[in-house]
């Protein structure tokens, strides 16, 4: 059994910092409130004519606004969400409408290739229309309020860290299986029959597959909750498009420089689409940020971003230092990747969280 091997998975149900940081999702996952994408497909939509793009964001504005103050009554137990009614076409309907409309000028991630993904073009993650999954199971390894987490690992991703762990997926050198959206769902209900506490969306990165993912809380019937599992390098449309569908963004926080982010993952103005992302995130759903120390990246990548989340997000943010970084794929092409941490390393990161005034770490 799981709580075996993952005992602070149990105790952390007690946890007071972890469960005000995430109040919304521990109800969740304990069956006592929906998951958003359950409230979100009792708001009708219009989708009489999806021709026209910033027609629909209008429609999504507005519903967007009804959705919290649904989210909000049901909550509260004003609104019992089984008694409600589900219109022919729905909120989620629409988001999975738009995505498919950003996937012929694809805009998911800030790159904003433009090109037409479902005519079969490709942009920088080589993405194409189809979702290719490379595995889903169980995971035991995630933080303890997730644990046992259904991940769900797809082929693609929108960065090239040169010392990512999961390089095979990311960089595409595994082909995986093409799973439709139906297929996919019927994944999501197995593994949460199976007590998974929530649907794990991975990679790689999920951001390529939006569209897919959207389309495939459709078909998904028994509430879950959902964890948006992201490098935070997405656009400001694909924010728009989680909100109300996401209960835990899961976001890491790579780098604090937009120097060491574009040397060593490609990645340019990460910093300020990071942060917009974070707070967004905590505007619109509730938040668990992974900040992997990597060698002599210190003072230069953690302390600013420790110190930001603490001014901007808040002391009591639950944020997951991650101290298991081993070199991988292309790392020995950065000097300071091409070993792991020092224990003195490991000690001064926690000296320098703390200090920024967090108080809510995963590992303290």
Same mark, same amino acid.
């Given at each position: ?41 009792? *708001?009708?939509? /219009? =989708? ?5 793009? #910033?027609?629909?964001?209008? @429609?999504?504005?507005?519903?967007? $606004? ?88 797809? *082929?693609?991703? /929108? =960065? ?5 762990? #999961?390089?095979?997926?990311? @960089?595409?050198?595994?082909?995986? $299986? ?187």
């Amino acid at each position: 059994m799981w709580a075996l091997a993952r005992p602070d998975a149990i105790k952390i149900l007690n946890d007071k910092l972890a469960k005000k940081a995430l109040s919304r999702y521990f109800t969740v996952f304990q069956n006592k409130k929906p998951a958003k994408f359950i409230i979100a497909k009792k *708001i009708p939509a /219009n =989708l009489d004519d999806i021709s026209d793009l #910033n027609a629909l964001w209008a @429609q999504h504005k507005k519903l967007t $606004d009804l959705y919290f103050s649904l989210e909000k009554e049901v909550d509260s137990n004003v609104v019992k969400i089984d008694q409600l009614e589900t219109p022919q076409k729905n909120y989620l309907d629409l988001k999975t409408a738009i995505a498919n409309k950003i996937l012929q000028n694809c805009h998911f991630c800030v790159r904003r290739c433009g090109v037409n993904r479902a005519s079969g073009q490709l942009g920088y993650c080589q993405t194409g229309k189809d979702f290719q999954l490379s595995t889903a199971f169980t995971h035991l390894g995630e933080e303890p309020e997730l644990v046992p987490s259904g991940t769900i690992f797809s *082929i693609g991703c /929108n =960065l090239k860290c040169l010392h990512c762990q #999961n390089w095979t997926i990311s @960089q595409r050198y595994e082909t995986g $299986d093409i799973y439709t959206p139906q297929e996919l769902a019927g994944v999501c209900e197995n593994l949460r029959a199976e007590g998974c506490r929530n649907i794990n969306m991975v990679g790689g990165s999920p951001t390529p597959h939006l569209h897919t993912w959207l389309d495939t809380f459709r078909h998904v019937k028994n509430s879950i909750a959902t964890v948006w599992n992201s490098n935070s390098y997405y656009s400001e449309e694909t924010a728009q498009l989680l909100t109300g569908f996401v209960d835990v963004f899961l976001l890491d926080y790579k780098y604090g420089s937009n120097e060491c982010a574009k040397r060593i993952s490609d990645a340019p103005n990460y910093v300020e689409t990071c942060q917009r992302n974070h707070l967004l995130a905590k505007k619109y759903g509730e938040l668990l940020i992974r900040i992997l120390i990597l060698p002599e990246h210190l003072d230069c990548c953690l302390k600013p971003i420790c110190e930001w989340i603490a001014k901007n997000l808040g002391p009591e943010t639950r944020v997951n230092l991650l101290f298991q970084y081993t070199p991988h794929w292309r790392a020995d092409e950065i000097p300071e990747l091409r070993r792991r941490l020092t224990s003195e390393e490991m000690r001064r990161s926690l000296e320098i969280a703390k200090d920024a005034g967090l108080v809510n770490l995963v590992r303290d």
